[in-house]
């Protein structure tokens, strides 16, 4: 009869559990609060901008230090020069992360070159560049998946031709909030995967996102995902992940609800809580 009354018991909590009215700390007492319970899928952890608080946002610097930690993928944005180069920064001008002033679109690269992108970030960095493209394929080639965001429409077709140059096709993900920037990905080289990003719901259901759209994932801000949005987007066939997340908790809750990958400027915090 006692082992029936423990069995009741547990039942109980477990129940209590999965509507979230047991205690918490009886709750991480039973462990039933851990990130990664069987059956549960990888979430992965994607560093923004390269591992944004790790290092000056989007240099070779903030990627080395997510690919020595084991981040999964990094997330960098793109944008071309007035000479035709694929450089990497987020900012439509150098101002915010360079010590210089101007429009990316209205410089050269040596003009870019020859800027300060580390400074601000602390004097350990002085002197780091912006790099091109191509210098962060070579860079995370063979050790850490890629999801490249286009700032600028120009941008498409030179750094498609980066990623088949380096034989990464498999290894990238091309970004972007423009529908028409990822169509057009899509004619040009169609084995790309891409994903749109939303910082809005969208009207549109997950079947016509992705017929329409031709997608492979859709990727929200944290703060309109729930629930049913990832099990709608999965039962479509799309994989979905979110932006930026840094909250511990806002992270856990996420990876409980089966989201697939997130976004985050602390790849370490990330990987150190799903690792336990």
Known sequence: MKKIYIILIFIFLISCQQQSILPSFVANALNLNSIQTSGQKHTTVIAHRGGARLSPENTLPAIKKSIDIKADMVEIDVRFTKDKQVVVIHDSTVDRTTNGHGSVSNMTLAQIKSLDAGSWFGNEYKNIRIPTLEEVLVLCKNKIKVNIEIKDDSAIAPTIELVKKYNMIENIYILSFDPTD???????????????????????????????????????????????????????????????????????????????????????????????
């Open 182 to 276: 990822l169509k057009k990905v899509k004619k040009l080289e169609p084995k790309i995967l891409t994903a749109m990003l939303f910082n809005i719901l969208s009207p549109l259901t997950f079947p016509v996102i992705k017929k329409l759209y031709e997608v492979d994932r859709v990727i929200f801000l944290s703060k309109v995902i729930f629930p049913s949005l990832i099990e709608n987007a999965h039962k479509a066939g799309l994989g979905i992940m979110t932006f930026t997340v840094n909250d511990a908790v806002e992270a856990k809750k996420l990876i409980s609800w089966n989201i697939d990958g997130i976004i985050t400027d602390k790849p370490d915090m990330l990987i150190n809580l799903i690792n336990g």
